[in-house]
């Protein structure tokens, strides 16, 4: 019995979607020829504060894969959490789900700082 039958004429295969969890095995190549061992807080920090002219950003993370950023940038003015969480994604680019296994962030604009 299906949950959801489908509409007369709609014969379209399921979607499939890949994990974003997916890892990198250790030294393999990622993003810009960087391999998994070359990530850092102090290079997750740069590809964000380059990707975002004029923010600043201080990350953690000791293992390599997994990082908390805060990220505070006027550029996060007047949008929600989840188009703050995807700018500050957008410059990291391939690495999200692959040498970057997950990233926590908090997104602030200066003024949300401030308190």
């Known amino acids: 019995m299906r949950l ?3 509409k007369p004429g709609n014969s379209q295969k399921p979607r499939t979607y890949r994990s974003a969890a997916i890892q990198e095995p250790s030294g393999s190549t990622g993003t810009a020829g960087r391999t998994s061992r070359d990530l850092d807080a102090n290079t997750i920090r740069n590809l964000i504060e380059q990707g975002l002219p004029g923010a600043r950003a201080a990350v953690q993370g000791d293992d390599g894969v997994h990082f908390e950023a805060t990220v505070v940038s ?3 003015r007047g949008k929600l959490p989840l188009a703050r969480h995807r700018m500050v994604y957008a410059t990291l680019g391939e690495l999200m789900g692959g040498a970057i296994h997950a990233l926590a962030l908090r997104t602030l604009t200066p003024e949300e700082e401030r308190v």
Do not use: G, K
């Open 4 to 6: 959801f039958p489908q």
């Open 74 to 76: 006027e550029a996060f």
